[in-house]
């Protein structure tokens, strides 16, 4: 719930994966907006929680050790992500009739193609 804005909002709480030449899912989201891409939820805000150390996952630091299990196994590293969405589901059983569903899953398509 969104307090401000007194309104429900989506909010995914996620490990992403943690590289510069990866960009978080919120920067897709403000480029599909960008070029006018319909049937795409906004994006409110989104970013890494880099409040502290644990933020980010420590295990890749250690898998070089002489105790690790398996040496040498690459590890990708991750960091916490929150992404928050203007758009929440409703379930199936709150639409008006098959014709208002078949709307949305239309509408939805449109916007993942």
């Not at 309104?7 to 899912?25: M, Q």
């Amino acid at each position: 719930y969104d307090p401000k804005g007194k309104r429900l909002v989506f909010l995914k709480d996620s490990w992403r994966l943690d590289g510069d030449d990866i960009n978080p899912e919120g920067h897709f989201y403000t480029e599909l907006a960008a070029n006018h891409v319909p049937h795409i939820p906004q994006c409110l805000a989104n970013g890494d929680m880099k409040c502290s150390p644990q933020q980010k996952t420590q295990t890749q630091k250690y898998s070089q050790c002489h105790w690790a299990c398996q040496k040498g196994l690459a590890i990708t590293p991750h960091i916490h992500y929150r992404l928050i969405l203007d758009l929440v589901g409703e379930a199936l059983t709150t639409f008006a009739s098959s014709k208002e569903l078949v709307q949305v899953i239309h509408d939805a398509l449109l916007g993942e193609l």
